[in-house]
């Protein structure tokens, strides 16, 4: 099921809960007239607050993908705020922290301003995995990290299937039309990585 922010999620004026442990969409605020729109994408002290860490900004990256491009899943060691900013994407996110709560559960948005998406940015703590899948091109995704990526913990860096049948995602384009990286063609189920979280 989709991903819908409500009240009964909401854990303070515009940031909510997800059914993962650690995973939030905080909405934004938007404005649109006839020049175009403003929006203002995220503001690190409420993350600081759910979260009760520090979230401190030490890169700021930006991608662009195309039709049908797929990335992930991919965890990394730190922590992000993702935001497509351009476009319109389906993203699937799950947690794959062997120690979590929530080990092994999905959530999926559609995000972007575009087609209808969901305004607003992601916080990822670090470890669970997220992906991208573009549905209108190009699809812009910025992602604000709190480690130099030559800085960040490197034992955190891992590739999921995106095709793991335990996460059984239901990808909104055919296998056949994705276009996905050597990396992720062949990513591990989590089944190969935590063998002991199966038995």
């Not at 972007?112 to 470890?127: A, E, F, R, T, V």
């Not at 860096?157 to 384009?173: H, N």
Request: aromatic share 12%; with cysteine; proline share 6%.
């Amino acid at each position: 099921m989709m991903f819908k922010p409500s009240p009964a999620l909401e854990i303070q004026p515009g940031v909510f809960k997800t059914k993962i442990d650690g995973l939030y969409f905080l909405a934004y605020n938007f404005a649109a007239d006839e020049r175009g729109f403003f929006a203002e994408v995220g503001h690190t002290h409420k993350i600081e607050t759910v979260t009760g860490q520090p979230f401190k900004i030490a890169q700021i990256n930006h991608s662009r993908s195309l039709l049908n491009v797929v990335r992930g899943m991919h965890a990394e060691g730190w922590n992000k705020l993702v935001t497509v900013i351009n476009g319109f994407a389906f993203s699937a996110l799950a947690d794959v922290r062997p120690d979590s709560p929530t080990f092994g559960v999905v959530e999926t948005f559609e995000l972007g301003p575009d087609n209808g998406g969901l305004k607003g940015s992601l916080y990822i703590s670090q470890g669970i995995a997220n992906s991208v899948c573009v549905l209108k091109p190009p699809v812009d995704y910025l992602y604000c990290v709190d480690k130099l990526y030559q800085e960040r913990d490197k034992s955190g860096d891992q590739a999921i299937s995106l095709f793991d049948p335990d996460l059984s995602i239901a990808w909104p384009i055919e296998k056949a039309k994705m276009i996905i990286s050597e990396r992720d063609k062949n990513a591990v189920f989590l089944r190969q990585k935590f063998p002991d979280k199966f038995k």
